[in-house]
């Protein structure tokens, strides 16, 4: 690891040690609620089943219809 990666590491984990019990709960829950936003956002994958395998669309066709 670098050494600039070491410190953030350090200034993180300080700043976790630092919170209050209620102040992680409402990180972790805003954490876990961005997560789920990501998730949701992303494309329902197409796809063709072919002699009994789930073939995908590539990404180009998924675009363009």
Do not use: C, H
Request: glycine share 4%.
């Amino acid at each position: 690891m670098s050494p600039e990666l070491i410190i953030l590491l350090e200034q993180s984990k300080a700043k976790l040690a630092a919170m209050t019990p209620e102040e992680k709960e409402a990180m972790y829950k805003a954490q876990r609620e961005s997560y789920v936003r990501a998730e949701m956002s992303w494309p329902k994958p197409k796809f063709k089943w072919v002699n009994g395998v789930k073939v995908y669309a590539s990404y180009e066709d998924y675009l363009n219809g």
